[in-house]
């Protein structure tokens, strides 16, 4: 089970960091990823980190401004949100995959497991 939570309305520039916590399963034998879903839109990728926290991917919408990390004494990723812009305002989702290979896993398909969301907002 993924539970994650963090969101909130932000005004443009600002920060937010999401949170999501593993339970039930081997935490670090999963690569964690964050998608986000805006209305009338298909879920995208935003980012995504190894097991290890040692190898991340992060979608160029949100390169050098979002930091996937990972705490597996926790069973918690994180997505470090900075310089928000009105077009990340969205629904955002932890997800969970079993395996070791970050790089090209980048479409829901390919994770197994999803936590059930939390709203971001930033407003102009």
């Known amino acids: 089970q993924l539970q994650a939570c963090g969101g909130g309305l932000a005004q443009a520039g600002a920060s937010l960091r999401l949170s999501c916590t593993a339970s039930?399963?081997?935490?670090?034998?999963?690569?964690m990823g964050w998608f986000r879903q805006a209305p009338g839109k298909e879920r995208e990728f935003v980012a995504a980190i190894d097991w290890s926290g040692g190898n991340t991917n992060h979608a160029e919408s949100v390169k050098g401004r979002f930091t996937v990390s990972r705490d597996n004494a926790e069973n918690t990723v994180y997505l470090q949100m900075s310089s928000l812009k009105p077009e990340d305002t969205a629904v955002y989702y932890c997800a969970a995959r079993l395996g070791m290979v970050v790089a090209g896993k980048t479409k829901a398909v390919d994770y197994h497991y999803w936590g059930q969301g939390t709203q971001v907002t930033v407003s102009s």
């Open positions: 039930g399963r081997a935490f670090s034998s999963y690569v």
